[in-house]
């Protein structure tokens, strides 16, 4: 699945849980855009056809400063409007910081809207 770079997307966590995976399947569907990041070379999100960016980061377990540092540069991206919280390191990060995103999104139905 292609998206254009104007698309608003979600950043997806591609961890080791069935529910990393979902989102990203259940969002791609939506044609919503899907940019999965991870520490990993080739976590099973980013084989997801649904899969739209894929994103290495640091290791949250080995280099915390450096993921919340690479979620601060993906959040201020054009084209993210949404980080799905599903590790602990992300919301840590929303809790230490004052970086907020300039629109917090909500899902509903098939269009991202505020």
């Given amino acids: 699945m292609e998206s254009s770079d ?47 960016v894929q994103i290495p980061v640091p290791d949250p377990t080995e280099d915390l400063p450096g993921y919340e540092q690479a979620l601060r540069v993906l959040a201020r991206r054009p084209d993210v409007e949404t ?14 910081t ?3 995103l300039q629109n917090i999104w909500v899902l509903s139905g098939h269009h991202l809207r505020r």
């Fill in 6 to 52: 104007s698309e608003q997307g979600v950043i997806i966590p591609a961890i080791s849980t069935a529910s990393s995976t979902a989102a990203i399947r259940s969002l791609g569907r939506k044609s919503i855009k899907t940019v999965v990041i991870s520490e990993h070379d080739s976590p099973p999100g980013f084989r997801s056809k649904y899969c739209d």
């Fill in 83 to 96: 980080i799905l919280p599903f590790r602990e390191a992300i919301s840590t990060y929303y809790r230490k």
């Fill in 98 to 100: 004052t970086l907020t």
